[in-house]
């Protein structure tokens, strides 16, 4: 037990007038949404990296916070997920999610750090018996450590993508024992500084095969959660491979792989690849591999990936709306990849921070499920294509010819006028359901 | 005739000490580079559009521009025509493009604008035999006029994309006719404003079904030039569908279309998408899909697709040289997809803009050959992966399971040792072929 | 009398459970919010340009809106404002803003433009008076006509400042004729396409005498209203003069102007210029010169002014917070400067996207009013710099001098430790308001 | 004496045809170049921070870099000066930069600090003596330590407003002894990450104290040299308050400093600012405050400040031209603030990167000296505006009334009539020089 959050009261559901920091106004787990119950719709998650393991530090300072189990012993680690389960415990959350590096002290070895994991897996698997709470997901950090500066799998070292590969072997062990519902890969070093020094096909090729490793590897050791890449376009290198869901469906498709691997969707990835967070979820659903999400918010404004807590209701309402359109989450779930401000010092802060960004889900949720349900939206999308259902524009889907239009346009003369679009009627529908 | 270019001579290769505004200092077209003629390396081509019928306007302010071929008939479109032939003459380049709607009055009808496209097919037929001029490539315009507002293969309205279908039949009829090297298709208005009107999945099978029958009708007639996709992210809509050379090489092999289909890359797409030019031209060459090149600049502060003339030769030379290393163009070209400034009113500012670009994408093509050529930057590349080569690194990428990794990571004690990047040299590397 | 609107009901509040595009459901004009009425707080205004002048086009399409008025007359301009009018009453708007431009024809002379201005400004005076209507501002149109591509106050030909002075007087003329309560001035020419050309000294200058020229002018005829400056940085030139407000604050003082000028400012331009819309708001209200707002917002992602109906109520709270801190408008108001997407064809997308906004500004304004009068976000704010209330504290910012800073740190070894900035407890906190 | 760049040797001008990186290819110190030795022109410095305490991590990798004098103690902070002077001696560079903490440890209290840091400007005073090597400035960090998280200047603690204070005096002490040619100030956490706890107006006042303290000081000791803000929109806090050259000069005539203090202008802080970096200087230069610049590069697709070694002479061309318009660096210089990429590890690295940026600068200020020597450039924009030369233009600008000229316009009828801006022939001018 950690005495890190004392003081600090369990947080349940006090409905819209509470005033404290430290209670639900719109999550209530039990309440049912489209025929789950809220937990169940959401599937919330605590990012272990941004909660217990990130220090503080931007490129132009140095830590700020001072937490009672930095340090590099595995009574350490044990300390820091004793803080990190009493947060699970007072924000009612259900899953949690994390790298290896976040769990476990960095051995003097891969011997030695493996066994640092294991001990570590072994410590949170009990504390998941006591506490009911789950893993959404783990995933190997391959990008914080030097070796890795040039690539994990695309390194034109081959001694590195052997040392990943181990390392993800072990990663998904452990995520495996402690009943992971997905498996996770972000290629932070999978990029280039600069095309003059990159041969762009065999890196391609090298994370092709990697990625191909992962899949076998999955089905060799009867892991069930799914396999998931989290695009972005650049940052930490100048451009990353899995730049947005469009290019990652590309090398999916080349390497055969698009129904092994889902995507793990990022809102802060999303704005730094040009996209709305909605628009990436979109295209995921329309290509079968939505997996889960990573809810955030970026600064429009700052061109890094500053990764805050999401306090936005119109925007999360559209994204959980496509959500509900691909008919909600399977193995995945909501990760709260967010970071504290680094001048948010106290523990009040963290706990207060996933208070108010679950609130902001739910109240989304909500928001979305009240729209889908009503309907209205639907059916004027649907009513904008409905040229598209006689049969004459059928046949031209299935089988048309340039020249069988042309004589038709030639015969008939045709001339289509153009229909609104209703753009701001539609942004109004969707006002009224917030 | 046109005696709109009076006074200007014919441009010819001077050296690089001349300093008339109408001579070329780097421009040679016989030089041979790297086995061909510049001229034939280089390919260059002049848009109709930007430079005949663009009047100046931006969203703030009407006309510039006072052509005395600006008018709806065809013998406006004939005396644009003459111009432009003159100018081809006076800029001594080889190849022009256009869209139907830079070269024909629009009719009253679709039948009434189909003869007046042949009409001057037929006219420009006359002009390139007198003349020696060739066709680079040809398009349809499905953006401008209003009932394109909704897109044109991607309209909800199944007569817009029927009216889409015949024009795009009349445009292929006249690029084949005037013995077109390629046939272009941009999508500038498939796409969508809001995603709350739009349905993603359907509309890419709309798109889908668009190109394959432009390819079947390619088939058809017997054209044998190459059919090219134009990517771009945003502008004029919010978000387009051919966003970027990755996200349509997913699109071409979703429907099957990979070896049918290439690429036209513009320098200001790639940077509106997040890439260098640099960076879409290998990613093309990797996937066996680049054809030819829109080159002109985005100022980089400016955020909407500027089309100016390039004037950076270390920001061109790095283009080129992603193209050397594909073997030069094969049916592709240098298409000046530029305009003037709306403040550059005059006759001599329209060859002006063209004689430093073409001197400046001469200049750029030197220095990239010269660096193919000398062989330094492509050894340090090779080097870079030499690792790859040893025969375990060779069986890893080839059947390599995360197991074997691990057990030899244990075996060996691996521990894998970072070794420079070396960007700084190579970047001073670069600089010294400029 | 226009029948334009047919069809569509004058517009009235019917609460938040209305269902109607054509209802009220937070904007309720005799509502008291801070001491005053709804009405008189938020003072709507309609933008005569985007709303009746506008045609549709972007950089890569023409028109798409097809309206009776249309058209280069008198009787053109007389039937826009009709249906300006019209719209006015059916929205229960109080304001309305133009440039001349925007309702009365170009004639073939500045006197006959001038005329029809004078023309134009007497029937606009009727109609006032038949509707109780009022003026918020008028401006000047120095920017869509080829005589201004250089600039007005700006431009390198003195012929061009002389012209736009003229011009100028005759908008004053008429904003003093009509009452209105403010006169704007927007810069769009005044900037560069490139540094190569421009003269910035020079330029400067002569936009400082023109300022002197309207502020002189003004109390010449003994106008009461304020004159405002609109910042914008780039767009439709590279770069503008009046960049953002601080830009512009510093412009005023070097010409002494301070106290002479208020600020007019946009969402968008805000944007634009890297800043949040409150952050100019604030400043502005920090250097004494917050005058006018500009209502809406602009795409993040699109590199351009989008100028869309605002729709985000948490963004538009904020904006509201900073205008009530500043004790509200005194001239100035919400003026939507918001153009309908160009596919919103129809008479009731105009009434539909005015309603919504006006109903997202109205609940924005109460929550803003809300977290005002509660206080608690204020007093965090203050209890946030309560150190500098001690005497040392003051006494430091008023005669502080560096050596005896340091004799004091040195003697005290002070060695202060951080607070907590609680950036997502504030941000929870607003959020309550909402 | 520092083995580290042991087999490296003292760089030489060898001409443009040189093959070894560490070769000058242009820079050619006692050539002379409008006047000056060369080396009298650029006055190069080397930054202490980027290039030998900044250890290659990133927000998400840790240090890539392994120097010997990583460590907390005087040994180490004495084997680093002795490293950077044996750079300093290769690169036969005149001057350097520094903070404090670049140089000296960090103390237990503020007492030991300052000590360790007198230690140090002994040390370095020493080094300059038998080096002949200069100090272009120093300055304060005053933003990595979590005690400066909220500001100094701008801190809402007045603790730490004097501790901010107590450190600038041991910086300015330091660099008077050392004989600085300038000090420096950049406020990087002046400014603020969320508008919700930040009192704009009394943050602006504290930094108007803080830098009347510094030019009293200045004064007080009788530093000769020039005081300098560095501008910077955001980056590491959301916004800051030097966001740009103009919102600086508006702080600077607030508090009246605007003849007490210059600007240091970096090429990447004009960048994110959304400007140029000629703009910058040209705009300094107009205010009679341009005094040194820090060059670098910023990747115009990386929103963050990427602060790369120069390599595109075109641009560099461009500042320097801006430069010398103004009459050349008096006490300013240029001050590389760039580092090597993370992943250039060696010691070679970072002589060859230094090495080609002064190449760059050299040919870029050659290449701007010809063009101002030509004059041709000047005369075409002195031309632009001859018309302002006319006595009533003159008059129009010293007393004009909007009255006078709108009776000048309709008495003659004036309608002035737009000429070519001429900006393709320009930049086509331009190239030339290059
Ligand atoms: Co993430
Ligand atoms: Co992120
Ligand atoms: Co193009
Ligand atoms: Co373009
Ligand atoms: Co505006
Ligand atoms: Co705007
Ligand atoms: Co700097
Ligand atoms: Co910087």
Same mark, same amino acid.
């Given at each position: ?35 789950? *119950?809220?937990? #169940? ?145 972000? +290629? +932070? ?26 899949? #076998? ?107 509900? *359109? ?48 009503? +309907? ?59």
């Amino acid at each position: 037990m950690s005495d890190f959050f004392a003081g600090i009261p369990a947080v349940t559901y006090e409905g819209p007038e509470a005033r404290s920091d430290f209670a639900f106004r719109h999550y209530n787990p039990d309440e049912m949404v489209m025929g789950k *119950r809220m937990e #169940d719709q959401l599937r919330f998650a605590v990012a272990w990296w941004h909660s217990f393991a990130w220090e503080g530090g931007d490129p132009f300072g140095g830590p700020t916070f001072q937490r009672p189990w930095f340090g590099d012993t595995l009574d350490h680690a044990r300390a820091k997920a004793d803080a990190a389960f009493e947060m699970f415990r007072i924000l009612n959350v259900p899953f949690y999610c994390f790298h290896d590096a976040d769990i476990r002290p960095e051995g003097a070895s891969f011997a030695e750090t493996t066994a640092n994991l294991e001990a570590m897996v072994d410590y949170l698997g009990q504390k998941q018996e006591a506490s009911g709470k789950r893993l959404l997901w783990g995933t190997a950090n391959l990008f914080s450590h030097r070796r890795y500066m040039a690539g994990a799998a695309t390194n034109p070292d081959p001694d590195v993508f052997a040392y990943a590969a181990a390392t993800i072997k072990t990663c998904m062990d452990a995520t495996h024992k402690l009943g992971g519902a997905n498996y996770v890969l972000w +290629g +932070g070093r999978e990029g280039y500084e600069t095309l003059l020094n990159t041969d762009l096909g065999r890196e391609r090729e090298q994370a092709g095969r990697m990625l191909q490793m992962v899949v #076998d590897y999955k089905h060799k050791i009867g892991f069930e959660g799914t396999i998931l890449l989290e695009p972005k376009p650049q940052e930490p290198t100048k451009h990353q491979y899995d730049y947005d869901v469009a290019t990652v469906f590309s090398f999916l498709s080349e390497f055969g792989l698009q129904d092994e691997v889902k995507m793990n969707i990022e809102q802060g990835h999303a704005i730094l690849a040009g996209h709305s967070f909605e628009h990436e979820l979109a295209l995921a659903r329309e290509f079968g591999i939505l997996g889960s999400i990573d809810m955030n918010r970026n600064d429009y404004q700052s061109g890094w990936d500053t990764d805050q807590f999401p306090n936005n209701i119109p925007e999360v309402a559209l994204a959980y709306y496509e959500i509900l *359109r691909a008919g909600g989450f399977d193995t995945g779930g909501t990760n709260f990849d967010s970071k504290l401000r680094r001048q948010s010092l106290d523990p009040a802060d963290l706990i207060a921070a996933h208070v108010a960004a679950m609130d902001v889900c739910a109240a989304g949720l909500k928001a979305a499920a009240r729209m889908l349900e009503d +309907g209205e939206l639907e059916q004027r999308r649907e009513d904008r294509y409905a040229g598209w259902r006689a049969p004459s524009a059928e046949a031209m889907l299935n089988g048309g010819k340039l020249e069988d239009c042309f004589a038709h346009v030639m015969e008939t003369g045709l001339d289509p006028q153009p229909v609104s679009g209703g753009q701001e009627r539609l942004e109004a529908l969707v006002a009224r359901y917030l």
